[in-house]
């Protein structure tokens, strides 16, 4: 069976050879709050006299913070980024692949890493700005071992890892067709609290239409 370093390092997909490391990162935002229209006002001479017109403050809805939207299919990459001297170095490729941003609030990634290592994973979003969303994503990680005994239904060939936590803040560019933010990625043991891996970096993509 392969050492515990060796599944961290294929469940991630690095190929680094460095020590495991865990240094914890947080990324947050606060909601905006709601806008509203200044009232105006009209000074009208005549006979003497000045006249005021005032206009009804407007509240605008957080729906109306964008004219576009991040729902749709988009190719992605994380580049890792502020990891320091013990994690993988600033411009390693951590992973790529393509995601789909759903109109329910619900998101699906197909990883670029091998199918045996669990490249499908699923998470939720939310919009928590202008054009900014908030991303909270789950992946089921193995390490490929073709000597792995069969232990239940689905298993065989790998040995499971943990769950790894993505969680991604990105702003949609003002064209509506690409996105950038910061990415952590967070892998736990099987027990789901040991943290054996902590990297951050950044994320890009470029959406997919059907022309």
């Known amino acids: 069976m392969k050492t515990l370093f060796s599944a961290v390092a294929v469940s991630l997909g690095v190929g680094l050879l460095g020590a ?16 509203a229209a200044p009232s105006s006002w009209q ?5 003497g006299q000045a006249r005021f017109i005032s206009a009804a403050f407007v509240q605008v809805s957080d729906q109306d913070w964008a004219s ?4 749709g299919l988009w ?3 994380f580049v890792a980024n502020g990891n320091g001297p013990a994690g993988p ?7 790529a692949g393509y995601v789909t941003w759903h109109g329910d609030g619900t998101e699906l990634m197909n990883s670029g890493r091998a199918p045996t290592t669990g490249d499908f994973c699923m998470g939720v979003w939310k919009q928590v700005g202008e054009s900014t969303y908030k991303l909270n994503h789950f992946a089921m990680a193995w390490a490929f071992d073709v000597n792995a005994p069969v232990t239940g ?3 065989g060939g790998a040995d499971f890892v943990g769950p790894a936590n993505i969680r991604e803040l990105v702003i949609l560019g003002s064209s509506g067709n690409s ?10 043991a099987t027990d789901e609290t040991t943290v054996l891996a902590d990297i951050k970096g950044t ?3 470029t959406r997919i239409t059907v022309d």
Do not use: M
């Open 203 to 205: 994320v890009t993509a």
């Open 43 to 47: 000074q009208q001479f005549g006979q």
């Open 179 to 188: 996105y950038e933010g910061r990415f952590t990625l967070v892998q736990y």
């Open 89 to 95: 170095p600033d411009g390693t490729p951590i992973d």
């Open 20 to 35: 495991i490391f865990a240094a914890q990162a947080n990324a947050s935002c606060s909601n905006l709050g709601q806008k």
């Open 68 to 71: 576009h939207s991040i729902v």
């Open 153 to 155: 239904p689905g298993t």
């Open 75 to 77: 190719k992605f990459k």
